[in-house]
């Protein structure tokens, strides 16, 4: 019995296999159908997207998986032109990667092209072979990209491959695959079958957690210069190792939208050169003549402009490519195919076939130009006689290393100063001044290889050439990173020399403490890494002096008396300072010479806290991720995410901290019962932190006393405007992220580690009142900023305004932050504000 069952399951399992082999069989036989036929003629047998994937391209969302598959598939079938490098992964582990597409010959010198590329940015080597990048998808939701991305790459290997004679093509995919795929997969879950044009239904209408930003709901777009990102980190090496003649970066905009390619609109930055503008124009009278042949719309010249220094068309632009967006009208609402606003119907395959098509336009100018390029390109990188020559900063060794780990990252050389003194513009007076240096003052020269990029970041105030911008018009990193900064148009000379790190601690067992300094945000990380460790610390509210050396407010202060329970107290301090190099100084005694004793009520512990973030609806996307970025990232504390759809039924109480990040639509949110809610919370014992838009929501409010400031008009009359001037009017009311000079209170807990001035980027108008007490940054009456555009309206206003603010409330507090510290966490010297906000108010 046990025999025949075993044949008969044999039987089975045969039959089985004939039954695969034979569906296998069949498989083949269709695709050696659809190959022989119509590619009898080519000599290539290489499947095109559509055949590969088993579907049409363009009548479904591929996977970012698949879309590797492909790539992959590719550089094994045509191997001789075709490389991949992975380069990297993703947050939520996906792999990001390059394909290197060529002719045969190119690819098997692929080394040497690179080489002579790199060579021409030292003025020397023969270059002769244009370099293309294509970056696909950096907004997951513009989700055309990756689509069109292989059918580029497709045609390339087939019926455009005579443009790489000459050419080598750098594709990346897809930048933000996290991005994609949460876009990609959301509209596979809720997409009609067939899909739904009507843009009533669900599939076209993503939610809260859209697709557009990667894990972490950042930009990328907006992070090629500060690099926060993983995505964006990994990249850049990549970036720097072939420096492109050109990168295009695809995107997608609105559905209405006609098609947008280069040129780009005003501002230009100066330093982009006549022959990158006038390229531009050859590139776009290349794509026109392609979409006129088609009949199909586009516009040039508008609403994309080339000034921030963080995008896929400017970095590339200021590293001497012609660096260019293109749009698409799509993005996240579009889906497979969607009615627009005239009654056509916008389908993915039309998005994909705009999008190839300016794609192997710009392949094919390169080709056609290659010499000029290469020509042009050396140009670039000789060197320029800007009027800052070097950059000189002096300020805390914390500081210093995190601009230095993101100048390595740019490829961007520093030196060290000699003992002296230099002349040129300050920027903490914005007056021509001198500055006294050291071997620790840090020296940066616009005379190297990354001179251009060096000035566009570094200089105080980037000159704008007109005021219609799409982003923000300020970021100078001296003021960025809080450092003491001269621009001297002279060279100023530097010597041998590096700064000197704190060296580790040596534990002294008998010691009754430690002391060490708080003044940055690699000391927020030490605090944090001990707090998570179990390490009691208590930081001081006054200066004190002891064994003749002086320490600030804020200073943290590690005794054995509040460890004595915590066996490995020694050996987990000992490890934590030596792996953030922070120097911690022994103390024998808890007596000061002046000041408060260690046993003062002065002498705080720091409150391991339980932090909550509020997510969805009304906050913002952006705003949220970057507080989930700081925490997770940066600060490395946990925090615990409270959605705005279950948040009203959780017992804060469990929490010391919630933060309500910037965001739209507070007023909804914040109803009397959620208002009452945290009243009570508040005055319980818990600290709100109020970002941005969040504040609007309690201005005014009975208990809050926070009050916006009324408009102040400049005259009674309303003239007439020109209807065609409308939107410069409107200008005059915007801000549209400058930098402010602020007054501080150093003396506050909210300001520990400060000095008496910060450097704020304000992202918008809104002012409010100075508090009755607990007002901490403020601007006084100098309402002009430093840097970045302020219209003249807008600036009136922010005369006597609150940048940020602690009001108590029964045993409670909230903190108020008009501007974003952590705005696309580039801004490194506000990050300490928001730290002391989690552990040093009380
Ligand atoms: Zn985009």
């Known amino acids: 019995m046990v025999e025949r069952i075993k044949q008969w399951v044999s039987y089975l399992i045969l039959s089985f296999e004939i039954l695969i082999f034979m569906t296998d069989f069949m498989k ?50 045509a191997s001789d032109r075709v490389q991949l490098q992975v380069y990297g992964k993703t947050n939520e582990r996906r792999p990001l990667l390059l394909a290197f597409v060529s002719s045969a010959t190119n690819m098997q010198n692929l080394e040497a092209i690179r080489e002579e590329q790199l060579k021409s940015t030292e003025g020397t080597g023969n270059a002769t072979k244009a370099i293309v990048w294509l970056s696909y998808n950096v907004h997951g939701n513009e989700s055309v990209s990756t689509e069109a991305s292989m059918q580029t790459i497709y045609e390339l290997l087939t019926s455009k ?27 596979n879950q809720y997409k009609n079958t067939p899909n739904q044009v009507n843009p009533d239904s669900k599939e076209h209408h993503e939610g809260w957690w859209s697709g557009r930003s ?115 009208g799509g993005s996240g609402r579009a889906g497979l195919g969607v009615i627009t606003g005239i009654g056509d119907t916008l389908t993915l395959r039309d998005r994909i076939a705009h999008h190839q098509t300016t794609g192997l336009s710009t392949v094919e100018v390169a080709a056609n130009n290659a010499a000029q390029l290469n020509e042009e390109f050396r140009k670039f990188y000789q060197p320029k006689n800007y009027k800052y020559k070097s ?67 570094f200089e105080p105030n980037a000159k704008l050439s007109d005021s219609l911008t ?51 945000m690699k000391d927020a990380r030490f605090l944090a890494a001990l707090l998570e460790k179990g390490i009691r610390v208590r930081h ?48 024998q005694t808890g007596f000061v010479d002046q000041g408060k004793d260690f046993g003062s009520g002065s002498v705080r512990m720091v409150p391991h806290v339980k932090v ?42 469990k929490y010391n901290v919630l933060i309500l990040p910037d965001g739209r639509g507070y007023s909804r949110f914040i109803d009397e019962s959620m208002l009452g809610q945290l009243k009570e919370w508040v005055a319980n014992g818990g600290r709100l932190i109020a970002m941005g838009g969040a504040i609007g929501a309690i201005d005014g409010k009975e208990g809050f006393g926070i009050k916006s400031k009324e408009k102040k008009k400049d005259s009674t009359e309303t003239d007439v405007e020109l209807y065609e001037n409308a939107q410069r009017e409107r200008m005059k009311q915007a801000i549209t992220g400058a930098i402010f000079k602020t007054k501080v209170d150093p003396t506050h807990p909210l300001a520990f580690g400060y000095g008496d001035t910060y450097f704020t980027l304000k992202l918008g108008n809104d002012g409010y009142e100075y508090l009755n007490s607990g007002t901490v940054a403020y601007i006084e009456n100098e309402t002009k900023p430093v840097a970045g555009f302020a219209g003249s309206e807008a600036q009136k206003k922010m005369g006597k305004t609150l940048v940020f603010g602690v009001e108590g409330h029964g045993r409670g507090q909230v903190v108020y932050m008009v501007d974003n510290p952590l705005f696309r966490g580039f801004w490194e010297n506000g990050k300490l504000f928001f730290a002391n906000a989690l552990f040093m108010v009380d």
């Open 391 to 457: 950059y000189v900063l002096n300020g805390d060794g914390d500081k210093m290393e995190v601009l230095i780990q993101l100048l390595e990252q740019h490829g961007i050389n520093y030196g060290w100063a000699k003992e002296g003194v230099v002349k040129g513009f300050l920027y903490k007076t914005g007056k021509s001044g001198s500055l006294r240096t050291s071997k620790q003052t840090m020296v940066i020269s616009t005379n190297q290889k990354k001179g251009t990029l060096v000035k566009v970041l």
């Open 540 to 587: 001081a509210q006054k200066p004190f002096t002891l064994d003749g050396k002086s320490y600030q407010r804020g200073s943290l202060i590690i005794t054995r008396g509040d460890n004595q329970n915590n066996k490995k107290f020694l050996p987990i301090l000992e490890e934590t300072a030596t792996s953030f190099r922070k120097q911690l100084t022994a103390t």
């Open 612 to 653: 909550g973030v509020l997510s969805g609806d009304p906050a913002s996307t952006l705003r949220f991720g970057e507080i989930w970025h700081f925490f997770e990232k940066q600060l490395h504390y946990p925090l615990t995410v409270l959605d705005a759809d279950y948040i009203k039924r959780v017992d804060l109480s």
């Open 161 to 187: 491959k005579a443009y790489l004679e000459n050419t080598v093509v750098i594709i990346d995919p897809c930048i933000n695959p996290d991005g994609r795929d949460r876009y990609v997969n959301w509209y």
């Open 470 to 520: 799409y982003d923000i018009t300020a970021w100078s990193l001296p003021h960025a990173y809080g450092l003491d900064a001269l621009a001297s148009e002279s060279m100023v000379a530097t010597g041998l020399s590096s700064l000197d790190f704190d060296s580790a601690m040596t534990p002294d067992p008998n010691a009754y403490g430690y002391i060490t300094d708080w003044n940055s």
């Open 214 to 328: 990667n894990h972490y709901m950042f930009d990328l777009n907006r992070d090629w210069a500060w690099l926060t990102q993983v995505e964006s980190q990994q990249r850049l090496i990549m970036y720097n190792q072939w420096l492109p003649h050109i990168h295009v970066d695809f995107h997608e905009q609105g559905v209405d939208n006609p098609y947008f390619f280069a040129p780009s609109a005003e501002p230009f930055h100066e330093v982009i050169t006549n022959f990158q503008r006038s390229f531009q124009e050859t590139l776009g009278r290349n794509h026109a003549k392609y979409f006129d042949a088609n009949g199909w719309f586009y516009f040039t010249k508008e609403r994309f402009d080339l000034f921030y220094p963080s995008y896929g068309d400017t970095y590339p632009t200021y590293n001497g490519a012609i660096g260019m967006t293109y749009e698409q």
């Open 28 to 77: 083949l036989f269709l695709r050696c159908i659809i190959f022989i036929l119509p590619l009898g003629i080519l000599a290539q047998q290489l499947q095109s997207p559509s055949e590969f994937l088993g579907y049409e391209l363009g009548t479904q969302f591929t996977r970012h998986h698949e879309v590797v598959d492909y790539y992959q598939y590719l550089s094994e079938t």
